[in-house]
């Protein structure tokens, strides 16, 4: 149990709640959904498979597991597109998790919901009246982003991360709970048909290279994978944990929450008419949860529940991705773990504050079309995490030691596996061949 918790502590957060609604929303609902599935169960899997394997046998993380495994070979230098990818994402999503604790803690003040309840219209246009102060300005997310670092160094340094995985064993079952709550919400307000049927029947025409390229994206940011956070968790997992359970339980778990979350965002989408104010993909959800919770009996009581829950999700999921430069840090540099944090987190910070400005003053400035905040998120999510997991998949399924990819999977050969070979198969030749055409075509 703990090894499923942990590992899907790392995965289940602002991708599923936030980065997923609004890449569905960018690339036509429910053709997005159905890529996404189809990337997560065809290509997910192994992929988790083949960091999961690589961990436990290697016992290290991602720089360690090839300094052991090939010495002298140039293999590791995976672990610096490890590096750069973990600083871009905390570049980025530091920031959202700042408005999650900014959102938490306008709730706790009553500060959010002020002036509204007169009626649907009037309670939308505070709540976005909100978002500029909360989101679109200088200041305050600027505030919150810094306080969330600083959260962030406190419990890397302090080491209590078992403390906070201790906690979210509580919080992430309750997290199912509420969004299921929130469901039922939704699903039977006024308008939801219109939503759900945008959600969920796909339109085939609207599918292009760079949906195909946006729904790898997101599977390999929901499930964590491609820059050895999961080499990491899994080089801690007992010998008997049976690896394929692991990575399908994480991974389908994953998609549950991503799923829900769809029902409610969409069909309230369409129920409170928020369509037609060209609404940003980025602040969606925190566009939308707010008007759904004012709707509901006991306002206050939801919106602080739901948002200390995503609070807490973020946070294992920050954890996770900083820990991957620390180790490192400690290992190769050897210094001591507090240096190891700063020196990790200070150039995370500077990409921080430019993100979090870029909603604000620098909203106009863009490279290539896009502000700071999407260009960190557009290479390390469709670019670098891809290239990090094919060389990965590569290494595992042609230049690994022969026995260790069938050892790992069957714990050395005492447990079943119907589908070995087929796991297999996709680890050599589907995967790396699927990876490879889509990264090709995103750079054509
Ligand atoms: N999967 C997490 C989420 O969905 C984010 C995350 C944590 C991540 N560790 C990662 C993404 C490593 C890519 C790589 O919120």
């Given amino acids: 149990m703990g090894v499923i918790a942990a590992t899907l502590g790392s995965a289940v957060g602002l991708g599923n709640v ?15 959904l159905l890529l996404y599935i189809a990337c997560v169960i065809i290509l997910g899997v192994p992929m988790m498979l083949v960091e999961m394997t690589l961990g436990r046998h290697g016992r290290s993380d991602v720089v360690g597991v090839f300094k052991k495994l090939e010495p002298g070979k140039p293999w590791w230098g995976v672990g610096a597109l490890a ?16 408005w999650t604790a900014e959102y938490l803690w306008n709730s706790i003040t009553g500060a959010l919901y002020e002036g509204t309840g007169e009626s649907v219209a009037q309670t939308d246009a505070v709540l976005k009246a909100r978002m500029g102060e909360y989101i679109n300005s200088d200041f305050s997310p600027l505030i919150f982003t810094l306080v969330v670092f600083m959260i962030n160094v406190g419990i890397l340094i302090g080491g209590v991360q078992k403390g906070i ?3 979210s064993n509580i919080l992430m079952p309750m997290f199912f709970v509420v969004l299921a709550i929130l469901c039922c919400m939704t699903l039977s307000l006024d308008g939801a ?5 945008w959600f969920l029947s796909p339109d085939f025409s609207l599918i292009t290279w760079d949906t195909v390229v946006n729904a790898l994206g997101q599977t390999f ?4 994978i491609g820059m050895g956070c999961i080499v990491t968790y899994a080089s801690y997992y007992p010998d008997n944990t049976r690896l394929t359970g ?11 929450v991503a799923l829900m979350v769809g029902c409610v965002i969409f069909p309230s989408v369409t129920h409170f008419g928020l369509t037609d104010h060209g609404l940003a993909g980025s602040t969606l959800v925190f566009r939308t949860l707010p008007n759904v919770f004012s709707m509901m009996p006991g306002t206050t009581f939801w919106s602080i529940l739901f948002f200390t829950l995503l609070f ?12 991957v430069t620390v180790a490192f840090m400690q290992e190769r540099l050897k210094v001591s773990r507090a240096k190891a944090v700063v020196l990790t987190v200070v150039p995370m910070i500077v990409l921080g504050i430019f993100s979090s400005l870029s909603f604000g003053s620098l909203s106009d400035f863009t490279i290539a079309g ?10 390390a999510t469709n670019l670098l995490l891809p290239l990090g997991g094919i060389i990965l998949c590569i290494y595992v399924g042609w230049f690994a030691p022969k026995t260790m990819l069938r050892e790992q999977l069957t714990n050395h050969g005492r447990t079943r596996l119907l589908l070995l070979n087929a796991i297999v198969f996709i680890i050599r030749y589907v995967a790396p061949l699927l990876i490879g055409v889509i990264m090709v075509f995103t750079f054509i």
């Fill in 18 to 32: 936030w980065r997923f609604p609004a890449e569905a929303q960018a690339n036509g609902g429910a053709a997005f």
């Fill in 83 to 98: 590096i750069l990818a973990s600083l871009l994402i905390t570049g980025f999503y530091m920031v959202v998790e700042g």
């Fill in 165 to 167: 995985e201790r906690v």
């Fill in 193 to 197: 048909g219109e939503g759900l049927r």
């Fill in 221 to 224: 940011f929901s499930l964590s």
């Fill in 246 to 256: 692991t990575a399908v339980i994480v991974a389908m778990m994953s998609l549950l």
């Fill in 312 to 323: 807490v999700a973020a946070l294992t999921s920050t954890v996770s991705m900083v820990e």
């Fill in 370 to 379: 896009k502000t700071f905040f999407d260009l960190l998120d557009f290479i």
